[in-house]
């Protein structure tokens, strides 16, 4: 196969937005397969990871550094207890980043939990937690990044369970236009068994020339945004609670519930939302059983945080 052109480098952005690196030069652009239709056995799997390869970062200041990736469909299976009804399977996404494609312990980063990412809908069943495919983000040292040479990005998952499409999460792809010649910068691994491959050379197996997987590098620069949570309340339905806050701040995200017993130790409760209104319901079950105070939490697509003050729990039976 003749090579092809080389991807485009990446050029930074506004000050006070981040740098994105990704192989579609824009990452909204990563819709395929995680949203619905045929997933193309694009999983993300024990058996299965995804390789990228993304040109130098732009020369720039950048204070942090993160990768990430597009994931949806996590799948559910009937309850133990109660077969009417659907829970999401569990598992663990990781990425790795590397200046080549062999990465080890220091290269690699929790992802996401399968719990945290959209879940795929059931004709049959109502399921919680359905929605489109969402970004996901580790925070990696900025000295992990190459800025003189390639780097490779990869995902997969530690849970052994997760060996099929019908069982893990599925990663999102971007069409790539094929009047724009490019090199090879793309594949697929199956022969992986829990951990990403040691050696470059049976790292790239299968090549992917027409679609791009949604991996991508996120640079930030050194500015701090204020994000403000305000007008918390906290309220007791029986054997569950609603909880609503107030979010402020440019370029919000996400924004999600912590719960702690002494107001140190903090634990998030509840899935994340990332649009208002900032309304959460949680079940009295499900909680921590020590947690007696309540708080919001919101972020921006640059990492940085605000919370509320914390307001304590009404009695509610578990």
Request: proline letters at 10%.
């Amino acid at each position: 196969m003749a090579q092809e052109e080389e991807p485009v480098p990446a050029v930074s952005t506004q000050s006070f937005l981040p740098t994105y690196l990704s192989l579609s030069p824009n990452i909204n652009d990563f819709t395929r397969f995680a949203d619905g239709g045929s997933d193309a056995n694009w999983y993300v799997g024990y058996n299965n990871a995804w390789i990228v390869r993304l040109p130098a970062a732009p020369a720039g200041d950048f204070s942090r550094a993160f990768i990430g990736a597009k994931l949806g469909r996590a799948k559910t299976r009937p309850s133990e207890n109660r077969p009417w009804v659907r829970d999401l399977i569990p598992g663990k996404v990781y990425m790795a980043v590397s200046p080549t494609p062999a990465f080890n312990n220091k290269q690699t980063f929790f992802l996401v939990e399968a719990a945290d990412i959209p879940a795929e809908p059931d004709p049959s069943a109502s399921v919680d937690g359905i929605g489109s495919s969402e970004w996901f983000w580790a925070e990696v040292p900025l000295d992990r990044i190459s800025f003189t040479g390639p780097n490779y990005l990869i995902v997969y998952s530690a849970t052994q369970y997760f060996q099929s499409s019908s069982s893990s999460p599925i990663l999102a792809a971007a069409s790539v236009d094929s009047s724009a010649p490019r090199e090879t910068s793309a594949w697929n691994n199956r022969s992986i068994s829990g951990v990403p491959p040691r050696k470059g050379s049976n790292a790239l197996q299968t090549a992917i020339n027409n679609i791009s997987p949604a991996l991508v590098i996120k640079l930030v620069p050194p500015v701090t945004s204020e994000v403000t949570v305000t007008d918390i309340t906290a309220r007791n339905l029986a054997s569950r609670y609603l909880v609503e806050f107030s979010a402020g701040g440019e370029n919000l995200a996400e924004a999600w519930v912590e719960t702690s017993q002494d107001q140190l130790d903090w634990t998030r409760t509840g899935r994340i939302l990332r649009k208002p209104p900032y309304s959460f319901t949680l079940q009295a079950s499900k909680m921590p059983p020590s947690a007696s105070y309540v708080r919001g939490v919101a972020r921006d697509i640059c990492g940085n945080t605000g919370h509320s003050i914390p307001v304590p729990l009404p009695y509610a039976p578990r």
